[in-house]
């Protein structure tokens, strides 16, 4: 079975920084794109980050530009969010996905595996 976890959230002040990981068993991680998405309540479930297979490539959406920063372990099997500049509507679940492919992960719609998600929460 594949299981993604996700660690790290919490609660922080606007301005403050939070490291986001995504641990993955059960499927060969180095060989699949992966993603980063938020959902809020009552919205829908938004991409906020994407990265390829080996790191290489990197996608973002454009309110987090120059705030986040998504990078890949593939000897950890992890995937990690680097989140600073946090502002209070940045306050989400976070969940992390894995593709099947190698591209980036950008499609909320697209994915078959999800972490249950970790919740940031930012007070102004």
């Known amino acids: 079975q594949v299981h993604l976890v996700e660690s790290g959230g919490g609660l922080v002040q606007a301005g403050g920084s939070l490291r986001l990981s995504c641990q993955v068993s059960g499927r060969t991680f180095n060989s699949y794109g992966m993603g980063w998405f938020r959902q809020a309540p009552g919205k829908e479930r938004e991409f906020v980050a994407g990265i390829n297979w080996s790191g290489g490539t990197t996608v973002y959406t454009d309110s987090v530009k120059g705030r986040f920063t998504i990078s890949r372990d593939n000897a950890k099997n992890t995937v990690y969010l680097q989140m600073g500049e946090l502002k209070p509507e940045d306050t989400a679940v976070y969940l992390c996905?894995?593709?099947?492919?190698?591209?980036?992960?950008?499609?909320?719609?697209?994915?078959?595996?999800w972490g249950p998600g970790t919740q940031v929460t930012v007070s102004s």
């Open positions: 996905a894995m593709g099947s492919s190698r591209e980036a992960v950008t499609n909320p719609k697209v994915p078959r595996y």
